[in-house]
């Protein structure tokens, strides 16, 4: 069982900032790979950061330059620096676990709202 912990969400401002937070725990393994969606109303849920099974990092196009994805392994734990945030995006942001074959676990979410 593994148990993701999102934490940082809020409102702001248009051009504001806000740091997510995802601790994991339980048998969340060796080498899993962590990352960052979000959800919008009416919209798929869709990638913003994640870490790659390589060590290198992916960021949805929209993300590139204001979001920073990093990690602590220590405390098993990985962020989400947003700078700059826009209107566009306010979204539930759910943290993200895969463990390769096993499978892929999923934070409850945590709400990020953009005030124009």
């Known amino acids: 069982q593994v148990h993701l912990v999102e934490s940082g969400g809020g409102l702001v401002q248009a051009g504001g900032s806000l740091r997510l937070s995802c601790s994991a725990s339980?048998?969340?393994?060796?080498?899993?790979?962590m990352g960052w969606y979000r959800q919008a109303p009416g919209n798929q849920r869709e990638l913003v950061a994640s870490?790659?099974?390589?060590?290198?990092?992916n960021y949805a196009d929209s993300a590139k330059g204001r979001f920073t994805i990093s990690r602590d392994n220590a405390r098993n734990t990985v962020y989400l620096q947003m700078n700059n945030l826009k209107p566009e995006d306010a979204a539930v942001y759910y943290c993200r676990l895969a463990r390769g074959i096993i499978g892929s676990y999923w934070g409850q979410g945590t709400q990020v709202t953009v005030s124009s």
């Open positions: 339980g048998s969340i393994g060796v080498g899993n790979v």
């Open positions: 870490f790659t099974s390589g060590g290198w990092i």
